[in-house]
């Protein structure tokens, strides 16, 4: 298969890695003469290993294993604290030179809303930047990613500030549970043998409607 440039790159790398062995054979003749023949082969396999990169071509920028991470499934506090230091640059380099996307002082409180902005910010990346980067693309970052993300960060934030995410308020940060996750092996046995859903037991409805009634309680679905 080709890249971008018409190059097919298996045949190439196939024809590299033979010519690199022929020149192995030859530098290993002549560094067993000058007595430097390992070093001389380390050197050369240093050197296939950088040029079967360069040709096989990906596209991706120095930084791609940082943006290539979730911000509501990462794990590392290094990785953190480096994609929101690169998200906070970007923000205020890029994002809130547009009108009307004011943040509140609680939006790193909002990790839906560091998904949505981390996600336009690598948008925007791809627009403007590397072998990825096209007028299209940047057309698209500004008619639809970037007033999509606005609305519904608007949406997720609405009204709030910094302090109602504190301990009893109605945005203190609370454990992310799917309902009735107890249940999902249940499910999946009676899906597999007879391939619908199961009828639900009383217990469960009971537990699904104290759910219901806790969330209506909370104001989840106002």
Known sequence: MSDDDGLDIPRTLDRLERAI???ATQVGAVGE??????ALIN??????TKLAGTVSGSGSDDDAPTHSRAWLQIA???AARELLADLVEWVEAVYLRYEGVQLPSC????????????????LHREAYTGRTATWTRA?????????GVVKRAREAIGDCELSRHTRGSDRAPRPVAAPLAIHAEYVA????????????????????DQYEAEQQHRGAYA
């Open 43 to 48: 050197q050369l396999a240093t050197s296939l």
């Open 33 to 38: 003469k000058a007595g430097h023949h390992d």
């Open 189 to 208: 046995d009676a899906c597999v043998i007879a391939g619908l859903p199961p009828e639900p037991t009383p217990q469960q409805v009971s537990q699904a």
């Open 107 to 122: 939006w790193l409180w909002h990790p839906p809303v560091i998904e949505e902005l981390w996600a336009l910010r690598n």
């Open 21 to 23: 062995e022929a020149l």
């Open 139 to 147: 057309a698209d970052w500004h008619d639809r990613y970037r007033p």
């Open 76 to 78: 590392d506090a290094g």
